[in-house]
C-alpha cells in the first residue's frame, strides 16, 4: 500500500476544489432541464436507467419523493445528476472551469469526485453506486436506526454523550460536518439516549434526520459485506486530481488505499470539517459543488464564509457559470 500524500496544490493550477454532494441533495425535478437541452445528459441517465433497471430520470423528473428518497434510488440518481452536469461543463466550452486542485464528495460524492478525478470510470463507478445503494437500504430494513444532528456542540463534548447512549446500544459519530454540527446514528434507544445527553451537556438542538436508516454506523456491516467483493473486481487507478477521502481527510493516491477507504466509508464517520480544514491548508480559495442541491454550499458557509463556492444545479447554473455570473 503506498503511503498517504499530504502534498500542496501544485502552483500551476488554480486553487480551485470541485466538491461533490451525496444522499440528501436529491430532490424531484433535479436535472431535468439539463437532460432536456443536452443529449450528453440524457446519454449518462439512459446508462444508469439501464444498470438500475428502472427509469431513473423518470422519477427524477416525476418522483414520487418517496421514491426517489429512498437511498436504492437517491444514490444512482445523485450520481448521475453530477456526472451529467461534468458532462454538459465539458461539452459546453466549460472544461476550464473544471480545472482543480482537488477533489472530494460527500460519502456517496466521493464516487463522482473518482470519476472527475479520472481514478474510475464512469461505468464502473455507476454500478457500484446502483450495488451500494442497493446494500444499504437492505441494511436499512434489517435493523432499524436512526440519526440525529447535534447542533452547538464539539466533537469531545459529543462523544461524551455517545458513551452515555453506547450503555443502550448501538451508536457512533456518523458526520463531523462542522466544528458544531454533528451526526449521531445507530440504534434509536441509543442514538436518543445519546441526544437526551447532549442537550443536558448544552448543545443548542438536536435534530432527527429523515432518513432509512443507520448510515456511517456498525449497523451497515452487511451492506459493507456486500459491497466488497464487486469493489476487489473495479479498476481504481491513480487519480489525475487530487484525491481527499472522507475516513482520513487527507489526500491519498495509491489506488489500494483508495478501494480501502470506500469500502470503510459505509460504516466510517464522514470527516467533512477536517476534510475542508486539509484543502483550505493546502490553499484551496474556490469550490465548484456540480449536482442536485445547495449542501456543500451550505456546510462550507458554516466552515470557512471566505471561500466561494458556485453550486451547478441545472440549465440556469451551467448558463451563468459558463457567463462569469454565478455567484
Request: proline share 6%; glycine share 8%; charged share 20%.
Amino acid at each position: 500500500m503506498g503511503s498517504t500524500m499530504t502534498d500542496p496544490f501544485p502552483a500551476p493550477h488554480p486553487r480551485r476544489a470541485l466538491l461533490f454532494p451525496g444522499q440528501g441533495s436529491q430532490f424531484v425535478g433535479m436535472a431535468v432541464d439539463l437532460v432536456e437541452a443536452h443529449a450528453v445528459a440524457r446519454s449518462r441517465f439512459d446508462a444508469a436507467s439501464s444498470c438500475l433497471g428502472q427509469d431513473l430520470f423518470a422519477i427524477c423528473s416525476e418522483g414520487p419523493p418517496a421514491r426517489l428518497n429512498s437511498t436504492d434510488i437517491s444514490q444512482p440518481a445523485i450520481f448521475t445528476a453530477s456526472m451529467a452536469v461534468l458532462a454538459v461543463l465539458e461539452q459546453s466550452g466549460g472544461s476550464h472551469l473544471l480545472q482543480s486542485c482537488a477533489t472530494a464528495g460527500l460519502s456517496l460524492g466521493e464516487y463522482s469526485a473518482l470519476v472527475f478525478a479520472g481514478a474510475m470510470s464512469f461505468e464502473d463507478a455507476l454500478e457500484v453506486v446502483v450495488a451500494r445503494g442497493s446494500a444499504m437500504q437492505q441494511a436499512c430494513e434489517a435493523v432499524e436506526g436512526t440519526m440525529t444532528s447535534i447542533l452547538g456542540l464539539d466533537l469531545a463534548t459529543v462523544k461524551e454523550a455517545l458513551s452515555e447512549g453506547q450503555r443502550l446500544g448501538v451508536v457512533a459519530i456518523a458526520n463531523v460536518n462542522t466544528e458544531t454540527q454533528i451526526v449521531i446514528s445507530g440504534e434509536r434507544a441509543a442514538v436518543e439516549k445519546a441526544a437526551q445527553v447532549a442537550m443536558e451537556l448544552g448543545a443548542r438542538r438536536t435534530v432527527e434526520l429523515e432518513v432509512a436508516g443507520a448510515f456511517h454506523s456498525p449497523l451497515m456491516a452487511d451492506a459493507t459485506a456486500k459491497l466488497e467483493p464487486l469493489l476487489e473486481q473495479v479498476q481504481i487507478r491513480v487519480p489525475e486530481v487530487p484525491f481527499y477521502p472522507n475516513v482520513l481527510a487527507q489526500r491519498v493516491s495509491d489506488p489500494v488505499q483508495i478501494r480501502d477507504c470506500l469500502l470503510k466509508q459505509v460504516e466510517s464517520s464522514v470527516l467533512w470539517a477536517p476534510t475542508i480544514a486539509a484543502l483550505v491548508a493546502a490553499g484551496l480559495d474556490e469550490v465548484i459543488e456540480p449536482g442536485p442541491g445547495r449542501v456543500i454550499a451550505g456546510l462550507l458557509k458554516q466552515i470557512d464564509r471566505r471561500i466561494p463556492t458556485r453550486s451547478i444545479l441545472g440549465q440556469d447554473s451551467v448558463e451563468e457559470i459558463l457567463e462569469g455570473n454565478a455567484s
